[in-house]
């Protein structure tokens, strides 16, 4: 582990590697506050942690019973039952084979009928809880994290946006085609994610190089981000060996 401008980075040998030290630092916070809050992210990055969590599950080694969730994000419009909504991918990949009470699980409503007032009761909703207690992020290749896009400002709270074209681009692989993605998606705002009391982001492939040294390294600016991450106090990253040697760690 190297500690660079404060924050703590875990560089793995494979993709196996890095989901493995994931679940050490997520399962050491669960068993530290098994009634906590957990904020989780969707995308193919952690899908190798939920899979360790789960194993770790049912060796008996961790209990979700007592936690709390909250998803960074969904896609709007978007229907709960289709396979390609993240309410269906967070059950599929891991609360279905966990012991997670449904009544505690929190995603954006991609079925609501206002997209601005969904935002809104899901703010309220993170905000009269005791707060996120960790909060897993990914990272775009464009930088983004949840679906906060480049821009010329930080988002604050839960936020309706207008995806970018390269973000429906890499997102197009999990679809059938580039015009089956949505547009549009709700996701917890910049203000909310830098909230959460500590942050677990996960990066891997070649791919997102260029975004990781950018988000850790770079200038802090709303065109990247990610880089905001940079004013955290307690941020934790875990890569793998692709992107630590464009990092040079």
Same mark, same amino acid.
């Given at each position: 582990?190297? %500690?660079?401008?404060?924050?703590?980075?875990?560089?793995?040998?494979?993709? %196996?590697?890095?989901?493995?030290?994931? #679940?050490?630092?997520?399962?050491? $916070?669960?068993?530290?506050?098994?009634?906590?809050?957990? !904020?989780?992210?969707? *995308?193919?990055?952690?899908?190798?942690?939920?899979?360790?969590?789960?194993?770790?599950?049912?060796? !008996? $080694?961790?209990?979700?019973?007592?936690?709390?969730?909250?998803?960074?994000?969904?896609?709007? =419009?978007?229907?709960?039952?289709?396979?390609?909504?993240?309410?269906?991918?967070?059950?599929? @990949?891991?609360?279905?084979?966990?012991?997670?009470? =449904?009544?505690?699980?929190?995603? +954006?409503? *991609?079925?609501?009928?206002?997209?601005?007032?969904?935002?809104?009761?899901?703010?309220?909703?993170?905000?009269?809880?005791?707060?996120?207690?960790?909060?897993?992020? !990914?990272?775009?290749?464009?930088?983004?994290?949840?679906?906060?896009?480049?821009?010329?400002?930080?988002?604050?709270?839960?936020?309706?946006? %207008?995806?970018?074209?390269?973000?429906?681009?890499? @997102?197009?692989?999990?679809?059938?085609?580039?015009?089956?993605? +949505?547009?549009?998606?709700?996701?917890?705002?910049?203000?909310?994610?830098?909230? #959460?009391?500590?942050?677990?982001?996960?990066? @891997?492939?070649?791919?997102?190089?260029? #975004?990781?040294?950018?988000?850790?390294?770079?200038?802090?600016? +709303? $065109?990247? +981000?990610?880089?905001?991450?940079?004013?955290? =106090?307690?941020?934790?990253?875990?890569?793998?060996?692709?992107? #630590?040697?464009?990092?040079?760690?």
């Amino acid at each position: 582990m190297k %500690e660079i401008n404060n924050i703590k980075i875990y560089a793995e040998e494979t993709y %196996e590697d890095m989901s493995a030290r994931a #679940a050490e630092i997520f399962c050491q $916070e669960l068993k530290e506050k098994p009634n906590g809050i957990f !904020g989780f992210a969707t *995308g193919s990055t952690p899908i190798g942690l939920y899979k360790e969590l789960i194993k770790r599950y049912e060796n !008996g $080694e961790i209990d979700f019973s007592g936690i709390t969730s909250f998803n960074l994000d969904e896609y709007y =419009p978007i229907k709960k039952s289709s396979d390609q909504s993240y309410d269906y991918f967070m059950k599929d @990949n891991l609360f279905n084979h966990i012991n997670i009470r =449904p009544e505690n699980i929190n995603i +954006p409503n *991609g079925e609501a009928s206002d997209a601005q007032q969904e935002c809104l009761r899901y703010e309220e909703k993170i905000n009269s809880s005791p707060g996120i207690d960790l909060q897993i992020l !990914g990272l775009g290749e464009n930088g983004h994290i949840a679906f906060n896009e480049p821009s010329d400002s930080f988002t604050e709270m839960t936020n309706y946006i %207008e995806l970018t074209e390269s973000t429906i681009s890499a @997102n197009s692989r999990m679809f059938d085609s580039t015009d089956d993605v +949505p547009k549009h998606a709700l996701t917890m705002g910049i203000g909310t994610i830098m909230n #959460a009391k500590k942050i677990l982001l996960l990066i @891997n492939s070649e791919r997102k190089a260029k #975004a990781a040294k950018e988000a850790l390294f770079g200038e802090v600016t +709303p $065109e990247c +981000p990610a880089s905001i991450l940079q004013k955290h =106090p307690d941020v934790v990253v875990v890569v793998d060996k692709a992107v #630590a040697d464009v990092l040079d760690i």
